[in-house]
């Protein structure tokens, strides 16, 4: 936190109210960080150097004793993720946040949007139809992506920043829905189905977890890890392949010893309960898988192992979790301030930069703002 002290810290805020995409991603599942070791935690990131010492400086355990002291009290989940403990809403943990703003004498004026520079320098704000110029010592910015634009994340600051000469790369949907194009009687038994405790692996990146069968093709944790490499693949060939581990528990000799000695029943009844997969998992099988491969030993367990599909597209940008692209991270130096523009500081998802679902993105973002306001407090006398 900047010390009121050294600062007189005023946030504009384009909406009537502040945190609406934080409000709307806790309509899911309000996840705040992860619990697993930093040393790991850090690994998350694409690219993982450039948020490291940010993450190191203010970790997720650091985050959740902040959050203790603001009165929000947390607890960790079966998949290890950080969550509000029961009865706390995400309207609960702002409150906590904006009042441990006021107590920090920060002021909070909605409804200004920003529209760029004057020829001062000064900040231009619209406000109730009028123009306001603002004259800061320094600005940090934290606009956000490009995804879900009814909460005001709508990415359109960058035509402000070009003008400027900053460096931009265009915005791109990750954590999203991947389209596959599905054999119509596998969809019409799967849509709306899970596939559960599988691994997927794409470019020799593997995650495991569960995806969600639907119309357009997959969506869930397992695939969302997988964005940067799914992404480079569609940019360079315009298809991704990934691969399904329908059985990860498993060898491939220990799946091979299953199939060849329960050679008196169907290789579906052995698929059901010799090898404990449920019925869309062995339709997924059945809907990529010739009838030959179908009851050959050794070619039914390769695909058991690794089961191939192919994304042809990803899901609308607005529809996507997050977004990567935005400002290069070229533009900015070791604390986030713009080189062009001295003074001027970006954070948070408006920077090229890359993460799964599971609490990392949050995380993210609160570790840079402490980051930053560490480094201010330091260097502001």
Sequence with gaps: MLNEKLFNVIVYEKNYAPARKFLVAGDGGFNLTHSENIDQFVTRYTPQTFLEK????????????????????TYTGTSKRIF????IKPIDVLNAMLSELKNKNVQLKTKYEWKGWNNKSELIFRQNNEEVF?????????????????????GVWTELFAQKGVGLIPFQASNCAYQIKW?????????????????????DVERKGEVVITKFGIEGGAVYGLSPQIRKQ???N?????????????????????????????????LKEELNLNAIQVALLKSVTSKEDFVDV????????????????????????STVGGISLQEVNDFFQLKKLPHHYAIGEMLDWDAPTGGYLLQACFSMGAFLSKHLNLTVK
Aim: charged content about 25%; aromatic content about 6%; hydrophobic content about 40%.
């Design 298 to 321: 050794n070619a039914l367990a390769e695909k058991i192992k690794k089961l191939p599909l192919y994304i042809t597209s990803v899901a609308p940008i607005d529809e996507a979790i």
């Design 54 to 73: 940010s993450i190191r400086s203010f970790t997720n355990t650091d985050l959740g004793n902040w959050l203790k002291q603001i009165g929000i009290e």
């Design 134 to 154: 603002i004259n800061a010592d320094i600005v940090v910015f934290a606009l956000g992506g490009a995804s879900w634009a009814k909460t005001g994340s709508d």
């Design 183 to 203: 054999d119509d009687k596998f969809l019409k038994q799967a849509e709306g189905k899970s596939l559960k405790n599988i691994s997927i692996t794409c470019n």
């Design 234 to 236: 569609l940019n360079e």
């Design 84 to 87: 509000p403990v029961k009865g």
């Design 238 to 270: 315009k298809i991704a392949d990934i691969f399904i581990d329908l059985k990860p528990s498993l060898t491939i000799d220990a799946i091979k010893n299953k199939l060849i000695h329960k050679k008196e029943k169907t290789a579906t009844t052995v």
